[in-house]
């Protein structure tokens, strides 16, 4: 069975603290994505990935910098966390190109609370 | 730049009646689009996707979709409800381009209530 595992479900940090969100994927896949998801706004991207090192922003990178050195794991840190980064944050992988076998998949989520 | 709405953010319905979630997305390329469901407490799970080829897809768990090109939607159905089906939907498209690397872009998701 396929996974993408979030090492937190529930998280909460102070103001001004250094978080670290982590996510592993056993697909082999070379695509990954950070996502975060408010009610009412879906899921909007953060930040992307191709490859091992690389990476490009998505549309709401403001306070956030990822991580990429193993091709299975692709960390997002917020530097100096603040109350509204209080956010579902949802790690994802797909193979690269489309085909009709391609999907997005998607881990369980980290709920955090910056307090 | 690719937007997708999602016409109605709460739909109340009946157990085993219908069901429609209406989707409408803009795009200056052609695209692919999506259905996602993420039941409480879980991360977001695929429906259905259309890529190419008959307007009408079919998904899992009953649902199917249809892509109309000329109104640029792609509404979501089920003819007949679970109570099992209480959830949040999202409609998603992803752009052809290589340079998209497989990007989605997400509707603002449409809460489902099934009431028995």
């Known amino acids: 069975d396929v996974k993408v595992t979030q090492s937190s479900r529930y998280l909460v940090k102070r103001t001004g603290e250094k978080v670290f969100l982590e996510c592993v994927q056993d697909m082999d896949h070379e695509n990954m994505f950070w996502y975060r998801q408010d009610p009412g706004l879906g899921l909007r991207l953060i930040y992307f990935?191709?490859?091992?090192?690389?990476?490009e922003k998505g549309d709401i990178p403001e306070g956030y910098s990822v991580s990429r050195e193993k091709k299975e794991r692709f960390s997002l840190i917020l530097e100096s966390a603040s109350t509204n980064q209080t956010s579902m944050y949802l790690c994802a992988s797909t193979p690269p190109g489309i085909s009709m076998n391609t999907e997005a998949f998607f881990g369980q989520g980290t709920r955090l609370t910056v307090v | 730049a690719q937007s997708v709405t999602q016409l109605d953010s709460q739909v109340p319905v009946f157990e085993e009646a219908p069901v429609e979630l209406r989707c409408n997305y803009s795009?200056?390329?052609?695209?692919?689009l999506f259905w996602y469901v993420q039941y409480p407490n879980q991360g977001l799970q695929l429906l259905l996707k259309?890529?190419?080829?008959?307007?009408l897809v079919k998904g899992i768990n009953g649902f199917e979709a249809e892509f109309n090109k000329s109104q640029t939607s792609f509404h979501l159905r089920k003819p007949s409800v679970h109570i099992s089906d209480t959830a949040e939907y999202f409609c998603?498209?992803?752009?052809?381009?290589?340079?998209?690397?497989?990007?989605?872009?997400f509707g603002g998701g449409t809460r489902v209530l099934v009431k028995p």
């Open positions: 998603a498209v992803s752009d052809l381009s290589k340079a998209a690397g497989n990007k989605l872009t």
């Open positions: 259309y890529l190419s080829g008959s307007t």
């Open positions: 990935s191709y490859d091992v090192k690389m990476k």
């Open positions: 795009s200056s390329v052609s695209v692919y």
